[in-house]
């Protein structure tokens, strides 16, 4: 009997972490499997791009993952690159807030929305005595309705107040997806806040409850920051990630990419599936995982069916831009403090964040420069790529000048593009997975994963990948039917 063909569309951190898992969890399953990744670009990764200037390290996209998720913690180890994990280096202050021109400290456990020291936020000034009254009333204020959709804006103006949603948790939100919060689904962006509702009320009180239990759980032995890397840059994880693959088998093959998707079945309930790649040839498979963004999966699978393809047009992306800039330690030491910030929508600036690239990360920059990165664009801010990248490096140290007072120019630049590159989950996005998996669930075998679905983090892709190889090994040795979408 032949071996089970399986092709993963795409080669990014999904495609390529749901090949290895296939490969890994075939053998256990007894499973003769060949599997094979296509990639359109020139390098694999997607979005995680390690560039090298010098003795200067940059990240064209992500610059590190959480570790309160263990699927890329997991993978690491997997890969032998626990000892290459590296925290965030120790310093008083984490992280700032532009609010009318003027930086805020904010306080380190508001980052991660479970704040454990309130009196940075109280003595900074960022909130009125008003704002931080409405902010206190969060742990009497009801519960929303169970059953109904809720915008993320929506839930934090009713839950924390006006001023801390415009304030604090806006930006930091808008940092994490490029969004815009009005438009921003609860439930598929921030779930724990809606459980954490629901189970205790409040929020902050769930919150309380959590460290608390976290605390008498936690063991003895090394930990990690809430945000991690690697020591060389994440490009680490996909070439370890690579090497492992073509060491197990897998076909890798860049520059390939697929224009069309047919099916045919020679048996109820059996699928086999052929791609028309660009070059004019074909390629059969007896399971296949799109690890696309939505809208490459949308054109792939309309002719299978037009409800699919309607419902991943309806997941809009958003363009985001990073730059990075280098400068003499010399001339901006004292200028600049912390991690870096966040700015608000309301401020108008062309910035959405800023990272102190070289304070925040060991192995970054030598002592005698310090490296940041920025950040632009994202939904309603798109405008601000508009223009060619030295006009956009000029437009973003202006305002590194106007808010932190560098008026070196930077010795070395970079612009880093992203266009349709961040998933925008709006209002409804899990009842439009819950409608797209029952359009496909007649293909057996066929799944699509990654950062459009439920997770833009790097392991929420892992965590993902993990869950469509199975779903795909499952199908093809005749399981139950498990969802199509992940």
């Excluded at 089970?4 to 490969?23: K, N, P, Y």
């Excluded at 109820?268 to 790649?277: A, E, H, I, T, V």
């Excluded at 192995?363 to 939904?379: F, H, K, M």
Aim: glycine share 10%; net charge positive.
């Amino acid at each position: 009997m032949r071996p089970l063909r399986i092709v993963i569309v795409g080669g990014g951190i999904s495609g390529l972490a749901t090949a290895l898992v296939i490969q890994e969890a075939s053998v256990v399953k007894g499973l003769a499997c060949h599997c094979t990744v296509l990639e359109a670009a020139s390098y694999w990764g997607g979005k995680i791009v390690t560039h090298r200037a010098g003795d200067l390290l940059t990240e064209a996209g992500p610059d590190s993952f959480l570790s309160q998720k263990p699927a890329g913690l997991d993978l690491c180890a997997k890969l032998g690159l626990t000892e290459q994990l590296i925290n965030t280096n120790d310093t008083k202050k984490k992280a700032c807030v532009l609010w009318r021109g003027r930086l805020y400290d904010l306080p380190d456990g508001l980052i991660s929305f479970a704040p454990q020291q309130w009196t940075p936020l109280l003595r900074s000034g960022l909130l009125s005595w008003s704002g931080l009254a409405r902010l206190g009333l969060e742990t009497v204020i009801p519960r929303g309705v169970p059953g109904r959709e809720e915008s993320l804006a929506s839930f934090c103006r009713r839950r924390f107040g006006r001023q801390a949603f415009e304030r604090v948790l806006e930006p930091l939100m808008a940092g994490i997806y490029a969004g815009d919060a009005e438009q921003m689904s609860l439930r598929a962006t921030f779930p724990r806040f809606f459980e954490l509702e629901q189970r205790h009320g409040s929020v902050i009180r769930g919150m309380v409850a959590a460290t608390r239990a976290a605390s008498q759980t936690k063991g003895a032995g090394s930990h990690h920051t809430m945000f991690v890397s690697l020591k060389n840059g994440l490009g680490d994880l996909v070439s370890a990630l690579t090497a492992r693959l073509r060491e197990q088998g897998v076909d890798l093959r860049l520059r390939c990419k697929v224009e069309a998707l047919r099916v045919r079945s020679h048996e109820p309930g059996r699928w086999m599936y052929d791609l028309l790649l660009e070059d004019g040839s074909a390629l059969s498979a007896d399971g296949l995982v799109l690890a696309t963004p939505a809208y490459v999966s949308a054109e792939l699978v309309r002719p299978l069916s037009p409800i699919a393809g309607g419902l991943l047009d309806m997941i809009p992306y958003a363009s985001t831009a990073t730059v990075a800039l280098a400068y003499p330690a010399k001339n901006v030491v004292g200028t600049i403090q912390g991690f870096g910030f966040v700015v608000p929508r309301k401020e108008g600036r062309d910035l959405i964040a800023a990272t102190w690239t070289s304070l925040k990360w060991p192995y970054r920059a030598p002592a005698d420069q310090v490296l940041v990165r920025c950040y632009v664009g994202g939904v309603g801010r798109e405008k601000t790529l508009d223009v060619d990248d030295h006009t956009l490096v000029t437009r973003v140290h202006g305002e590194l000048a106007r808010i932190c007072g560098i008026q070196e120019k930077p010795h070395y630049t970079e612009v880093n593009r992203w266009w349709k590159a961040m998933p925008q989950y709006t209002i409804g996005h899990l009842d439009r997975l819950a409608q797209l998996e029952a359009a496909l669930s007649r293909y057996r075998g066929l799944v699509l994963v990654g950062a459009a679905y439920r997770g833009v983090g790097i392991p929420d892709c892992i965590r993902d990948g993990t869950a469509a190889a199975e779903k795909v090994l499952a199908d093809l040795a005749g399981g139950r039917h498990g969802k199509a979408v992940r």
